[in-house]
């Protein structure tokens, strides 16, 4: 899998080859990213002045949306095609700027249909 971002705090960011996500527990949903927000925060992850849960190397980004391709056991009311939106902090694996991400299912949020995925990449999702 790869994803843009940094292979030490404080690096550059790059094209990373990131390994694939991990079985998802109980509670998560793998989604395959198709927009993801970028800001100043992403900036305070990459130099180290945010915790967000994962440490490098490690995709970049917080705010993602695209489309659910698995869910796990306790996952009710989201199914695989669903199209969603998610800022799954803290990160259980990858950020958003990852071809796939793990988020748990309590912090995504259905697309709005008339919303593309651009302007739904840069949403927080209401929790």
């Known amino acids: ?4 971002g940094i292979r030490r705090v404080g690096g550059d960011v790059e094209v990373l080859d990131l390994p694939e ?3 998802l527990a109980a509670d998560e949903v793998l ?12 900036d ?3 130099t180290g002045g945010w915790d967000v849960g994962v440490s490098p190397p490690m995709a970049l980004g917080v705010q993602g949306t ?9 996952v ?8 969603v939106l998610t800022h799954p902090l803290p990160l259980r694996e990858q950020g958003t700027w990852a071809e796939r991400l793990i988020a ?5 949020a259905r ?3 008339g919303v593309s995925w651009e302007v739904a990449g840069r949403f927080r999702c209401p929790h």
């Open 111 to 113: 697309k709005p249909a």
């Open 31 to 42: 989604v395959e990213v198709v927009a993801a927000g970028i800001g100043n925060w992403d």
């Open 66 to 74: 695209g489309r659910i391709v698995l869910v796990g056991e306790e």
């Open 1 to 4: 899998m790869r994803g843009a």
């Open 44 to 46: 305070i992850v990459r």
């Open 21 to 23: 996500p991990r079985a």
């Open 104 to 108: 748990p299912a309590d912090l995504v």
């Open 76 to 83: 009710t009311g989201l199914a695989a095609g669903d199209e």
